[in-house]
């Protein structure tokens, strides 16, 4: 069904567009080329678009496939942004070797985009008349905050949606959260000679750490997830103190805890004051404060949900063997369609390097994809055929 050379020479295009995301690294363009370049494709399709400009520079773009009523509503779902290109050769080369196509950005998730694009052009080419409508989003922001799929969700909604992210073509049904927590333990500035006057924050928080690498040891055994793994923690960032000859009056730590489907932000709150509250037990000179500052929820769909089933019996169909069900240990925009209470799923191409210095999608398994999608539009939202 799908237009082999169509989606290859798309996914050498896209990838040819620069569309490093401006939070992560501030001379990246953001999305407005590629949200232009979708949109022309689209126009060249004549598929109804929307183009939503959330911020300078930062674009999503909707294509709706309007069904004939009577049938379900899909979203297939792509983000068009790409993480940094420090330490790359050529990133925006596009060069195809064999059945590997190279670039920032073709695995994670360029390919995908063109799969989608591919999709659209079967139908089109095909005159199928689907019954439910089929939404098509490219979205901006997935790699920093996410505020593509945040605006997404506000105007609009669906019975279900495939997030198109690496997969190698297995199926995802879950995926880990994270909460980013400020830590800071308050101490007493003194002149380093006064002992009896001081209070160091520094040393507090040695004592924090401690209970928390204890935590950090316990998390992974205790909290476990048949698809996404184990919980765990790590504290990335740390700072205290003023100057060489003076106790420290603060210390900051950020703590950066993963989730599994299940825990919540509360719990982990819980979790990270009780080992405050039993520091302040053991030694009432210390204090410390705990702030919640990011949190992005976990993400489970059931196995059973008519999405899952469709996209699992597609991908068997078109591949030949049931794909593996698994979970990703990292977070995507999935959580943020969950929440909305549009069931999603994660099923995307194969590839490899994703966020290093080679990254690259196998070509084969883009036009897989695309067929696997294609069946999957068409037995979910059905057809008047
Ligand atoms: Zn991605």
Redesign the pocket.
Known sequence: MIDTTFTTQTIQKLVQINSVNPGLDPEGPGEEEIAGFICDTLSELSIPFEKDILAPGRVNVTALIKGSGGGKSLMLNA?TDTVGVAGMNDPFSGRIEGNRLYGRGSY??KGSIAAILGVAKALKANDVKLKGDLILSFVAD??HESIGAQALVKNLTADAAIVT?PTDLNLCLAHRGFGIFKITTEGKTAHGGRHKHGIDANMHMGLMLAELHKLSQRLPEENTHPLCGQASLHVPLISGGRSLFVYSNSCTIHAERRTIPGETLEDVQTELQSVIDKLTSQNPRFRATLEPEIWRSPYEVDASSTIAATTKKAASDITGKSPEIIGHTWW?DSAIFGEAGIETVILGPAGGGIHEDVEWVELDSVHMLGEILYRTVTDFCGTND
């Open positions: 983000h994670d998730m997935e790699e992210e995507e």
